[in-house]
């Protein structure tokens, strides 16, 4: 297969813009990396019209894919975990064609996991694990026990992906395979949520518990990045401080809850400051 494409890799790779080329092939076990196509051709480049491309092929009973995306795109992947296969697809791809060495660095990268990157990418999965949690608690005190197993499973999602981050890998996208592993505790949890013979009740009550131990223990490493941005300056932060500084922006909504949340656990204090309304006062904050 790998000649019937070339013609098509071969075009991309004579466009000045192209910095490396990879070709993944589908696997027994991981079809879902592929999305199902037997070969994908996964294409950076530094400039083009659209940040993402996808085209599909077909040749007798193969299927393959062309995926072309623009470097800043796939470095926001990579910061934001939103595409967790292109971890995958760059960990294992075969390179046909690699710019002064682009891919190889990108390789060796994602391999060492620099430091910087994995205190913002705690930060990220601590912020929505704060999210997800709190919603999910609320929901099952309320009584909603299904909406909030859902919840608690995204949180157990985010609080795998911490701990492989934590451990200096990219999460991936069979990430659970990862944490079996690594931390075996949380696995243990995610075990127990989807597959115990207790109510769905019971179930959440037990993991509500066990959840906030593990995560009140991780409150140093998933907030190291926030504290670090907050110590830069001696004067307390407005939220919207916060939420413009550049390197938070990322958190989006999430950010607030985590406020609170570390507020509720004296981690950060909050600070009132008088308005010109009588007894109403701004609400800054500090470490």
Same mark, same amino acid.
């Given at each position: 297969?790998?000649?019937?494409?070339?013609?098509?890799?071969? @075009?991309?790779? !004579?466009?000045?813009?192209?910095?490396?080329?990879?070709?993944? *092939?589908?696997?027994?076990?991981?079809?879902?990396?592929?999305?199902?196509?037997?070969?994908?051709?996964?294409?950076?480049?530094?400039?083009?019209?659209?940040?993402?491309?996808?085209?599909?092929?077909?040749? $007798?009973?193969?299927?393959?894919?062309?995926?072309?995306? =623009?470097?800043?795109?796939?470095? $926001?992947?990579?910061?934001?975990?939103?595409?967790? /296969?292109?971890?995958?697809?760059?960990?294992?791809? /075969?390179?046909?064609?690699?710019?002064?060495?682009?891919?190889?660095?990108? $390789?060796?990268?994602?391999?060492?996991?620099?430091?910087?990157?994995?205190?913002?990418?705690?930060?990220?999965?601590?912020?929505?694990?704060? +999210?997800?949690?709190?919603? #999910?608690?609320?929901?099952?005190?309320?009584?909603?026990?299904?909406?909030?197993?859902?919840?608690?499973?995204?949180?157990?999602?985010?609080?795998?992906?911490?701990?492989?981050?934590?451990?200096?890998?990219?999460? *991936?996208?069979?990430?659970?395979? =990862?944490?079996?592993?690594?931390?075996?505790?949380?696995?243990?949890?995610?075990?127990?949520?989807?597959? !115990?013979?207790?109510?769905?009740?019971? +179930?959440?009550?037990?993991?509500?518990?066990?959840?906030?131990?593990?995560?009140? !223990?991780?409150?140093?490493?998933?907030?190291?990045?926030?504290?670090?941005?907050?110590?830069?300056?001696? @004067?307390?932060?407005?939220?919207?401080?916060?939420?413009?500084?550049?390197?938070?922006?990322?958190?989006?909504?999430?950010?607030?809850?985590?406020?609170?949340?570390?507020?509720?656990?004296?981690?950060?204090?909050?600070? $009132?400051?008088?308005?010109? #309304?009588?007894?109403?006062?701004?609400?800054?904050?500090?470490?």
């Amino acid at each position: 297969m790998e000649d019937i494409l070339r013609p098509i890799y071969q @075009e991309r790779a !004579s466009l000045q813009s192209t910095l490396g080329i990879l070709l993944i *092939e589908k696997s027994e076990d991981a079809s879902l990396i592929t999305d199902t196509f037997d070969y994908i051709l996964f294409v950076i480049v530094n400039e083009a019209e659209d940040s993402v491309f996808v085209k599909h092929y077909m040749y $007798k009973e193969k299927k393959a894919a062309l995926h072309v995306v =623009q470097e800043e795109q796939l470095k $926001k992947w990579l910061l934001l975990g939103t595409n967790r /296969k292109v971890v995958n697809w760059i960990q294992e791809g /075969k390179i046909l064609f690699d710019r002064n060495e682009y891919l190889k660095q990108l $390789k060796t990268e994602i391999r060492e996991f620099p430091f910087y990157g994995r205190k913002l990418k705690k930060g990220l999965e601590f912020a929505k694990l704060i +999210r997800r949690y709190t919603d #999910g608690r609320a929901l099952f005190e309320n009584g909603h026990f299904l909406d909030a197993f859902n919840h608690i499973v995204h949180s157990l999602h985010h609080l795998a992906r911490l701990e492989v981050i934590e451990q200096g890998f990219y999460p *991936e996208a069979t990430v659970w395979n =990862q944490v079996k592993l690594i931390e075996p505790e949380i696995y243990k949890l995610y075990k127990e949520l989807v597959s !115990s013979e207790e109510t769905l009740e019971k +179930r959440l009550e037990l993991l509500f518990l066990a959840s906030e131990f593990l995560i009140h !223990s991780r409150i140093s490493i998933g907030s190291q990045h926030l504290f670090e941005i907050m110590e830069t300056k001696e @004067e307390p932060w407005t939220i919207a401080e916060l939420m413009n500084h550049p390197e938070l922006i990322h958190y989006t909504v999430d950010l607030s809850v985590l406020v609170e949340y570390l507020i509720e656990k004296h981690v950060i204090q909050s600070v $009132k400051v008088e308005t010109k #309304g009588q007894g109403v006062f701004h609400r800054y904050y500090q470490t």
